[in-house]
C-alpha cells in the first residue's frame, strides 16, 4: 500500500485532472490512498469569501463570491462528466448547501472557525469532482469525507491531530473499503473536532494529511506529486537558476520546512521519520522522472538552500522603565503569542529590548501590539522579507543582499538569516 498527494497545482485544470487518472493507471493493482487539495486557487477565493462575511459583515458579497466557486465546479463538472455528471451536483448540492446555510447566518463565533467551516469546501469538492471522474473513466475508487476520519483539537486554522483516535478511525473507515476498491479518495488539510465542527491542519496541509495516513496505514512509501521536477534549492519562480536536488534527508527537508521552504509541510516529515518510511517528491507533468526522495540516510555535498519569506513585519519591544529583558518577560510573551496563535520566523534579544519578526496578519500582529503596550514601547514595521540561506556562502550573501536596508542579521556555521527591506 502507498499514499499519492495531489496539490492544488495538478488538479487546476480539467487537463491535469484527466492527468491524474494516466498518473494512477501506471500503478493499477496496487492499493494507493489518494489525498488530494482544492483544485487551484480555491483556497484563496473561499478565503475571500470569509473576509467578507466576517471582516465586511457583507452576506451579499459572500454569497455572491461563493456562487462563483459553485459555477466554476459545475462548470469542470459539465467539461469532465456525462454519466456520473447527476449524481455529482447532487453530492456538490449537499456541500453547497452547508456552507451557504452558515453564510446566511450572523457570525458570533471568532473568524478562525469560520474559516475552517468554509475553506474546507475546497477540498470536498475538488475531490468529490476527481472521484466521480475517475470512476466514469473506469479506475474504481470510493469517495471518503476526511472528517469523518482525520480527528483533531478545536485549535481553528492548526488544529493538531489525534493520532489515537484517527488510528481507530482508520481501522473501521478505511481499511475494509481497500476489500473491494484499490483506490481510496479523501481530502488533506481537513478534519473535524468530536463536536463535529470542521478544523484545517495550516496551509499547505495536505502534505501533512499524507504523511499522517501514510504513518497510521503502515505505508510502504509516500510521494506528493508537484509542478517541479524534484526538490529545488530555491523557489524556481523566484530564481530561475534554482537546482534540482536529488535526494535529502529527515533532518535537512525538517530545516527547510522550519525557515518557510514551501515544497513540504513543515509537520509532515515526523510521523515518516517515526517510522522511517520514505517520502518522493514526484514530477506530476513527467511521472518517469525518479523526483527527489526523502529518507534517513546523510546526504552530503549539497548546495546552498535558499528560502525567501516576503510580507514580514518587525515587532520591536522595549522596556518601559529600561528593566532587563530577563526570564519572566521572555514567558510572558511567549503565553501571549500562544494564547494569540502566533509563531515568529525570528527572535532577536537585547539587554532592554527584543524584535520579533512575524508574518504580516494584521489582526495577530494588533493584537499581540495592544498585549505587550502596557509593558512595552512597541513599534511595528512592516514590508520586509526575510531570507534564510543553509550552506551559504560569503558571495551568495552578498549577491542578496546588496542594496538592502538589514534590519536583523543572525548568523551560525551552516545558516544565517537575514531580516531586509
Known amino acids: 500500500m502507498q499514499v499519492f498527494k495531489f496539490g492544488g497545482a495538478s488538479v487546476s485544470t480539467v487537463a491535469n485532472i484527466r492527468n491524474v487518472g494516466n498518473i494512477l493507471d501506471q500503478f493499477r493493482g496496487e ?15 473561499l ?25 466554476q465546479h459545475i462548470q469542470s463538472a459539465t467539461e469532465l462528466l456525462q454519466e456520473q455528471l447527476p449524481v455529482l451536483l447532487e453530492h456538490f448540492k449537499t456541500l453547497f448547501t452547508e456552507t451557504e446555510w452558515l453564510l446566511h447566518d450572523k457570525p458570533v463565533r471568532e473568524y478562525d472557525y469560520y474559516y475552517d467551516q468554509v475553506v474546507c469546501q475546497g477540498e470536498l469538492l475538488s475531490t468529490a469532482l476527481i472521484s466521480a471522474y475517475l470512476n466514469e473513466s473506469g479506475r474504481k475508487n470510493e469517495w471518503l469525507d476526511a472528517r469523518d476520519i482525520m480527528r483533531t483539537d478545536s485549535n481553528f486554522r ?14 473501521t473507515a478505511v481499511i475494509p473499503v481497500f476489500k473491494h476498491v484499490d483506490l481510496i479518495i479523501t ?28 504513518h497510521l496505514l503502515d505505508a510502504e512509501k509516500v510521494s ?7 526538490v529545488m534549492n530555491a523557489d524556481p519562480k523566484l530564481f530561475p537558476d534554482a537546482q534540482y536536488i536529488s535526494e535529502l534527508n529527515y533532518d535537512e527537508v525538517i530545516e527547510m520546512a522550519y525557515y518557510g521552504a514551501q515544497v513540504i509541510h513543515p509537520k509532515t516529515i515526523k510521523p515518516l521519520q517515526n517510522k522511517s518510511i520514505p517520502l518522493y517528491v514526484k514530477c506530476f507533468a513527467d511521472a518517469t522522472l525518479p523526483g527527489t526522495v526523502i529518507h534517513n540516510a546523510p546526504v552530503k555535498n549539497l548546495p546552498p538552500i535558499i528560502v525567501v519569506k516576503q510580507n514580514q513585519a518587525l515587532i520591536e519591544l522595549h522596556t518601559k522603565d529600561f528593566s532587563f529583558i530577563g526570564e519572566q518577560p521572555m514567558s ?12 515568529p520566523n525570528l527572535i532577536q534579544t537585547h539587554a532592554v529590548s527584543l524584535q520579533l519578526c512575524l508574518d504580516d496578519r494584521p ?14 514601547e512597541v513599534t511595528v514595521l512592516k514590508g520586509l522579507s526575510l531570507l534564510s540561506i543553509r550552506h551559504y556562502t560569503n558571495e551568495l550573501i552578498d ?9 536583523i542579521r543572525q548568523q551560525g556555521p551552516s545558516m544565517i538569516q537575514v531580516l531586509m527591506r
Do not use: H, P
Not at 489582526?363 to 512595552?376: G, N, P, S, V
Open 332 to 343: 510572558d510573551l511567549y503565553e501571549m503569542m500562544a494564547k494569540l496563535k502566533i509563531k
Open 31 to 45: 492499493k494507493i490512498l489518494i489525498v488530494i487539495s482544492a483544485m487551484g486557487k480555491t483556497t484563496n477565493a
Open 47 to 71: 478565503e475571500a469569501v470569509v473576509n467578507a462575511f466576517y471582516n465586511d459583515r457583507d452576506q451579499e458579497k459572500a454569497l455572491q463570491l461563493f456562487a462563483e466557486i459553485k459555477q
Open 363 to 376: 489582526d495577530k500582529i494588533e493584537k499581540l501590539a495592544l498585549t505587550l503596550a502596557d509593558q512595552f
Open 158 to 171: 492548526d488544529a493538531a491531530v489525534d493520532f489515537a483516535q484517527t488510528g481507530k478511525n482508520i481501522q
Open 187 to 214: 481530502q488533506g488539510f481537513i478534519g473535524c473536532t468530536d463536536e463535529n465542527e470542521s478544523t484545517t491542519l495550516g496551509r499547505e496541509g495536505s502534505d501533512y494529511t499524507a504523511a499522517v495516513f501514510t
Open 224 to 230: 506528493i506529486w508537484k509542478d517541479v521536477k524534484g
Open 399 to 407: 549577491k542578496m543582499t546588496a542594496g538592502k536596508e538589514i534590519e
